[in-house]
């Protein structure tokens, strides 16, 4: 049996986890790793302990009297051990996250980690486009982008590493006076024979466009030619009054002044995004950003694909903890 002194202090913090969350599906959550890596970690602390810790049915999990009597020292253990480390520990650099656009949803995942966080600074940057933002990160000009994994180029995604964060449902941004703009959500079938911007030309932004075309494929639909890229309220509200052409955007998409967003239904397409950074990065405010996306995937039910929704066939939606193919496409 090791000696208590001997103990790992990873397999402590494990315990704590579980411990403090009586759950081990929400405990794995809160350390990134997963469940069947947790259960690993306890059995063995009980084999080096020689104790049993916790008592586990279907329905619960509780700490064993060993396991209630273990727990004010490994509250004691690891307070030292994280003291220790602190102080020889320097000043994390700021982490530049780039959320793509102002006004996303993905700003509710950088709030999140700044409140799990808030000794770290974790510096938003807006690189409106994942294969443009990949190519920051991988120069080592960011750290941390979102967006659409699988419909980046091979040669960006192996020097990358991602973890899905959500299926976002899409939407049409449409001028105010279109025909369409009075409905409270647009069937897709209603965009026939129409045009519908997503980004052509844009160097920075190809994952998006390859999306579209393979939404709009079968249906009509037709992606608008390039166009300048508006940047600002007023230079969107500008260029959508002179081209009355229909965006695609996502339902996150903030209000633009001139247009109205609408929902896309029958069947509604969804946009995989993922938290995507360098491979091998280390910082805890990248830890932060994990734990932020996971908590709130499983408060919103992010990971849950509605009914009849569309995917890509084949789509990756995930690079870390395994990469997670699509189910095929419907509609």
Same mark, same amino acid.
Request: charged share 25%; proline share 8%.
């Given at each position: ?53 916790? %008592? ?53 995942? /950088? ?20 294969? $443009?933002?990949?190519?920051?990160? /991988?120069?080592g000009r960011l750290d941390v982008s979102f967006g659409r994994y699988g419909g980046l180029a091979p040669g960006l995604r192996a020097g990358l590493e991602a973890q899905f964060v959500r299926y976002e ?45 393979? /939404? ?28 009355? %052409? ?11 002044? $001139? ?57 990756? %939606?995930?690079? %870390? ?11």
């Amino acid at each position: 049996m090791t000696r208590p002194d001997d103990l790992d202090p990873r397999l402590l913090r494990a315990f704590l986890a579980v411990a403090e969350e009586l759950h081990f599906t929400r405990a794995a959550t809160r350390l990134l790793v997963a469940q069947q890596a947790l259960s690993r970690d306890i059995r063995r602390l009980e084999r080096e302990l020689g104790a049993e810790l916790f %008592v586990r049915t279907t329905r619960q999990v509780a700490l064993t009297p060993d396991g209630e009597r273990l727990l004010p020292y490994v509250h004691r253990v690891l307070a030292a051990h994280d003291e220790l480390a602190e102080a020889f520990r320097a000043a994390p650099r700021p982490l530049f996250v780039d959320l793509n656009s102002a006004g996303l949803g993905h700003e509710r995942v /950088l709030h999140r980690a700044r409140e799990l966080a808030p000794e770290l600074e974790l510096m938003a940057r807006y690189e409106s486009g994942l294969t $443009g933002a990949a190519r920051e990160i /991988l120069a080592g000009r960011l750290d941390v982008s979102f967006g659409r994994y699988g419909g980046l180029a091979p040669g960006l995604r192996a020097g990358l590493e991602a973890q899905f964060v959500r299926y976002e449902p899409m939407a049409v941004v449409l001028p105010e006076g279109d025909p369409l703009a009075g409905l409270p959500e647009v069937p897709l079938a209603a965009l026939a024979g129409r045009d519908v911007y997503a980004g052509a030309g844009n160097d920075r932004t190809p994952e998006w466009t390859a999306y579209a075309a393979l /939404l709009f494929a079968g249906r009509d639909i037709r992606v608008a030619a390039p166009a300048p890229l508006a940047v600002g309220k007023e230079e969107f509200r500008r260029v959508m009054a002179k081209s009355q %052409v229909p965006v695609l955007a996502v339902v996150d998409f903030p209000a633009m002044p $001139g247009s109205v967003l609408r929902p896309l239904v029958d069947p509604v397409p969804l946009a995989p995004v993922s938290l995507v950074w360098r491979k091998g990065l280390r910082h805890p405010g990248l830890d932060a950003l994990r734990r932020a996306a996971a908590e709130i995937a499983a408060h919103e039910g992010w990971h849950v694909r509605p009914p009849g929704s569309w995917l890509p066939e084949g789509e990756i %939606v995930a690079g %870390v903890q395994g990469a997670l193919t699509a189910r095929p496409r419907s509609g």
